[in-house]
């Protein structure tokens, strides 16, 4: 909000110009053009279309004005066209600030529940580097989230997922969603029982609907070992190659009945390189015209791969810039990309086998 004085400056710098536009056609100038549009457009973006709307009509009495005085320079004809002009020009501009301005101030009023589902700073268990990026396809707050928890016995909890839809009301099953997971966290070591707390608990409070929620459930244990699964969620990648760590059987989105069906549970050995996590904003990303290929998890592998041993921070970095740039700027989808991996380049534990098993919990 511009202070009193800079309103003052503005209101001064608008008259001051309708006053100079008088005098332009008061001194009888051949042609002058539409000069009376750069007070109008000033006040219209410093005021809205009420300030423009009473810049326009006080812009037209001198261009009224000065077309009886100076007949040769402009006709009645042009003159009222150009009184029509500056009155639309004004209303249109107007009304178009105005919601501008509008959905700016929602965009400010939504930040903080935005940052809540996706923090700009990622939190820093003791045993591991992590790293975010979270970029929004719209200026508005969608359903891509991520969280980081302290787990049962000293486990750490990552978590992404992605609601179906956007605006608000993706934004608020994701909070809810995000909220029961960092409720049952503490007491639960297990992935998939998770998942199971969380798409009943969104059943209950929304019932069955298509708006559905994916989402990929990691416990980074103390030993070194990796539980996961997923409802319908793109798997971890290993930042060395952007190779699937694990294949266990995914399970139906989460918030579409009330029991998820077929789900296992991935255990491995924590890859030295680290893991990325992410949401299809990323593997979705591709230039506007809808005639060319997405991004895809092939062209991530290469990314990865050509970072050569990157840390997280540098992986979800070098990511983001990446399918921006291959987006021309315009994402169609939101984008959300954890990495991590271990803060110990020496493991302590032997003999662990890269992946041990797979286990159904159906």
């Given at each position: ?6 309103r003052?400056?503005r209101?001064g710098a608008?008259?001051a110009?309708?006053i100079?536009c ?6 009888g100038v051949t042609n002058?053009?539409p000069?009376e549009l750069?007070?109008?457009?000033a ?22 004005v000065?077309?009886?005085i ?11 066209g150009?009184c029509?002009?500056?009155?639309v020009?004004?209303h249109v501009a107007g009304?178009l600030?105005?919601?501008r301005?509008?959905q700016d101030r929602e965009?400010?009023r939504?930040r903080p529940?935005q ?10 268990p003791?045993l591991?580097d992590i790293a975010?990026r ?9 359903g891509?989230f ?5 787990g049962?016995?000293n486990?750490?909890?990552v978590v992404?997922?992605d609601?179906?839809?956007k ?8 909070t809810?969603?995000r ?6 966290a503490?007491?639960?070591e297990d992935?998939?029982h998770?998942l199971r ?7 209950r ?10 989402m ?6 103390p030993d ?10 793109p798997?971890p990648l290993s930042?060395?190659d952007?190779?699937?760590i694990g ?6 989105p989460?918030g579409?009945a009330?029991e ?9 050995g924590?890859?030295e390189?680290?893991i990325l996590?992410?949401?299809d904003g ?10 060319f290929q997405?991004?895809g998890a092939?062209r991530v592998?290469?990314?990865l791969?050509?970072m050569?041993?990157?840390t997280?921070?540098e992986a ?9 740039v291959?987006?021309?700027g315009?994402?169609p989808d ?5 990495a991590?991996?271990s803060?110990?380049?020496e493991?302590?534990y032997?003999g662990q086998?890269?992946l041990?098993h797979?286990?159904?919990t159906a």
């Amino acid at each position: 909000m511009p202070t009193s004085e800079q309103r003052d400056l503005r209101i001064g710098a608008v008259a001051a110009a309708v006053i100079a536009c008088a005098a332009v056609r008061l001194a009888g100038v051949t042609n002058p053009g539409p000069i009376e549009l750069i007070p109008v457009l000033a006040a219209a973006w410093w005021f809205g279309r009420s300030a423009a709307l009473v810049v326009a009509g006080a812009a037209s009495v001198f261009v009224i004005v000065g077309a009886i005085i100076q007949s040769s320079a402009i006709g009645p004809a042009a003159a009222a066209g150009t009184c029509v002009a500056l009155v639309v020009v004004a209303h249109v501009a107007g009304v178009l600030v105005e919601a501008r301005h509008r959905q700016d101030r929602e965009l400010e009023r939504l930040r903080p529940l935005q940052n809540a589902l996706a923090p700009r700073d990622a939190p820093r268990p003791p045993l591991l580097d992590i790293a975010s990026r979270y970029v929004t396809a719209a200026p508005d707050v969608s359903g891509d989230f991520y969280l980081v928890a302290e787990g049962h016995n000293n486990a750490t909890v990552v978590v992404i997922g992605d609601v179906a839809g956007k605006g608000m009301e993706a934004a608020k099953r994701a909070t809810f969603v995000r909220a029961t997971l960092n409720a049952c966290a503490p007491y639960s070591e297990d992935p998939a029982h998770m998942l199971r707390i969380v798409n009943a608990e969104l059943v209950r409070q929304y019932g069955t609907s298509t708006q559905f929620v994916t989402m990929l459930c990691l416990v980074v244990h103390p030993d070194a070992k990796v539980s996961w699964c997923s409802a319908g969620h793109p798997p971890p990648l290993s930042l060395a190659d952007g190779a699937p760590i694990g294949a266990p059987s995914v399970g139906f989105p989460l918030g579409i009945a009330p029991e998820i069906q077929g789900i296992e549970v991935a255990t491995i050995g924590l890859p030295e390189s680290g893991i990325l996590l992410y949401t299809d904003g990323l593997t979705d990303a591709r230039p506007p015209g809808g005639t060319f290929q997405p991004f895809g998890a092939n062209r991530v592998a290469m990314f990865l791969r050509e970072m050569h041993d990157p840390t997280p921070d540098e992986a979800v970095e070098g990511l983001t810039n990446a399918a921006q740039v291959f987006a021309r700027g315009t994402l169609p989808d939101d984008l959300c990309v954890v990495a991590l991996r271990s803060r110990f380049t020496e493991h302590w534990y032997r003999g662990q086998p890269v992946l041990e098993h797979v286990r159904s919990t159906a």
